[in-house]
């Protein structure tokens, strides 16, 4: 793991508790209120650090179309993601909600909790309309 991700990982351990985080070679991940976030990097060379969450799996019914329409139009030019994106991950038949940082972006824990509390707020929206679709509820678009 990277110094600047080490220091994140130690900066989440104060943030939430000990127990929320858990290590290994490429990164960390945080629990938090039924959601775990990944922090990652691709490579020791890059200057460049990722967060992902699940948003929620689709079931056997696959992705319903009005959330697929609303994740698409979502992720144009990041309008309703404040900059991450939403994948499809067909292994599980899931979508994920990833946000790319600077690994040194983060001066304090202030500004790191912060940005934690804004990503779990995205997602979250996210997870809504999800469960919304799943549900057959209309999903703003």
């Known amino acids: 793991m990277t110094d600047n991700l080490q220091r994140l990982a130690d900066m989440a351990r104060s943030i ?12 960390f991940s945080l ?4 959601v775990t976030l990944y922090f990652f990097a691709p490579s020791c060379e890059s200057y460049c650090a990722y ?20 994740a698409l139009k979502g992720n144009f030019f990041w309008r309703a993601t404040d900059g991450a ?13 990833t946000d790319r940082f600077d690994d ?7 500004a790191f909790r912060n940005y934690i509390n804004d990503f779990l707020r995205m997602l979250f929206d996210w997870q809504q309309s999800l ?11």
Do not use: H, M
Request: a negative charge.
């Open 16 to 27: 939430a508790s000990p127990e929320a985080v858990a290590e290994d070679e490429f990164g």
């Open 31 to 34: 629990d938090s209120n039924d």
């Open 51 to 70: 967060c992902r969450a699940k948003v929620g799996e689709f079931g056997e019914q696959g992705c319903p179309d009005d959330f697929a329409e609303s």
């Open 85 to 97: 994106t939403l994948a499809l991950n067909k292994e599980e038949n899931a979508v994920y909600l």
């Open 104 to 110: 040194g972006a983060f001066e304090d824990e202030d």
């Open 131 to 141: 469960n919304a679709s799943i549900e057959g509820k209309e999903v703003a678009k």
